[in-house]
């Protein structure tokens, strides 16, 4: 397989992967058919917990599903609980941890997904995501990290072995060991000839 094949083939993968997110998480606000919705209070525990994100998608729901539904009088604020009872023209729901119906009859004009998906806790994580602050910090933070000063090159210490004119430090010094070695071979020599100066000469015996 050639390389602009692979690499046609990875482009493929891509971006049907990116139109299957699309086309599952597309919002019901955009035309989509998906909802998103962070759970808030305890009337579902223990299926979810308040910080739970429920994902549910939009469909035919029937006695048991858990719907995510608008009310007609409560300005538009959605709420997220089980089916137990009725049609689609009226459906009697409650909450999972309440004791007593809930006081709306939604029909299913009103019953925007039924859900599919929850993740614990990450509810919490996009709701302080959300927070403009919280952007605001980031950038303030990048921005401060980008402009921090630099040191110069100049300042940067010199490499192991290089002297202050750039000359090799090893080379600087090898005159003057040289030196000491003739010095230390002469004074063994001029040693050498002082032993011999003292030592009284013998003549052969007859």
Known sequence: MTRRLRSGLATTVTLAFIAGLVYFFWPTTLGGCSTLTIVSGQSMEPTYYTGDLVW?????????????????????????????GGDSDAWVIQGDNNSFIDPWEPDNSQVVGIARLHIPNLGSIVYTLANP???ISLFLLAGAIYLWPRT???????????????????????????ASDASVTAAASETSSDDLSDTPSRSPQA
Do not use: F, K, S
């Open 133 to 135: 602050y919280i952007w």
């Open 56 to 84: 549910a998608r939009c469909g035919e729901p029937q006695v048991g599903d858990v719907v995510v539904y608008e009310p007609e009088d409560t300005g538009g604020a959605r709420v997220i609980h089980r089916i137990i």
């Open 152 to 178: 110069d090159d100049e300042d940067a210490p010199q490499a192991e072995g290089e002297g202050h004119d750039g000359q090799d430090a090893g080379a600087a010094l090898a005159p003057e060991v040289d």
